[in-house]
């Protein structure tokens, strides 16, 4: 059987950029699997949005993040990339956390330099752990790996707004350096910086397009030309979700028909009723007496 981090690094081993959907929950998992998308990431903003209708600032706690990891990941087939934030801790505890998101079906782990409680990176007040507590971070989660646990690890750097893209570069190069499988430098504020990450830092990296954040949504074929490996759009479905969401109150709320609803055969069928019935209906009948 094929574990979700083999499925992970086939995909990176194969040529081209790969376009990644974020999912919130099972439900959103699915949709974006059925849709025809090979990877997916479970978004900390979009959990701590729908899970705690709360800010992506530190709230949420690693055992709600593992927690809802499980339910995304038994949902789905394909890999899964979990926002691990900053590890929940000291280099034991990010130890911990990465052999937890393995065992709950995690394909990868993203592990990041802010200090806590992190925030957004797309929003301001945010800042970085020094470079010896930053790389102790990585080398924990490295660790955690090479000692068995089935997962990748994904690096990441906040240093761009507070410390210039220089910090950015030199801490994605060690984080390379130290054994992170892919590399996420944070909000690049330009096309030119974006090139200049993929130029100056060996290995897979991860583009984060977040509608109207600090870095240029780019379409996927200018991407792959600046060298990225993976484009994660984290909040468009939660956008969407809420967008369409608010719509419909409104409706309700003027005595008035909610549009663009799916019909409900196709809203059982999405949640798995037609599988579960036909599932059941080999059963039926066969513990009766002959």
Not at 8 to 17: D, S
Not at 40 to 66: C, K
Not at 111 to 137: L, M, N, Y
Not at 242 to 258: I, K, P, Y
């Amino acid at each position: 059987m094929t574990t979700p981090a083999t499925k992970l690094r086939q995909l990176l081993a194969a040529p081209g950029l790969i376009t990644m959907p974020c999912c919130f929950d099972a439900l959103s998992a699915r949709l974006i699997e059925r849709a025809g998308f090979p990877l997916t990431f479970m978004s900390g903003f979009a959990v701590s949005a729908t899970r705690l209708a709360q800010p992506d600032t530190g709230l949420i706690s690693y055992g709600e993040m593992l927690d809802q990891g499980r339910d995304v990941c038994g949902a789905v087939s394909i890999p899964v990339i979990g926002d691990a934030d900053t590890g929940y801790g000291n280099p034991l505890n990010v130890k911990r956390t990465v052999a937890g998101y393995a065992a709950a079906g995690f394909a990868c782990a993203m592990i990041e330099d802010q200090q806590a409680p992190k925030r957004c990176g797309h929003t301001r007040g945010k800042t970085v752990v020094s470079r010896s507590e930053a790389f102790d971070r990585i080398r924990a989660a490295v660790e955690a790996r090479d000692e068995g646990a089935d997962i990748l690890i994904m690096a990441r750097t906040d240093a761009r707004a507070s410390a210039g893209l220089d910090e950015a570069l030199l801490r994605a190069r060690t984080f390379s350096e130290l054994g992170a499988d892919l590399l996420f430098v944070e909000a690049p504020a330009t096309e030119a910086e974006m090139a200049r990450i993929c130029n100056e830092v060996p290995g897979h990296h991860m583009a984060n397009m977040v509608e109207d954040g600090d870095t240029p949504t780019l379409p996927p074929k200018q991407l792959e030309a600046l060298g990225y490996k993976i484009a994660a759009h984290p909040l468009t479905l939660l956008s969407a979700a809420t967008h369409a969401m608010n719509d419909a109150l409104q409706a309700l709320a003027q005595g008035t028909d909610a549009e663009g609803l799916l019909p409900f055969a196709e809203l059982r069928e999405v949640v798995g009723f037609d599988d579960y019935d036909a599932a059941l209906a080999r059963f039926r009948g066969s513990g009766d007496a002959e």
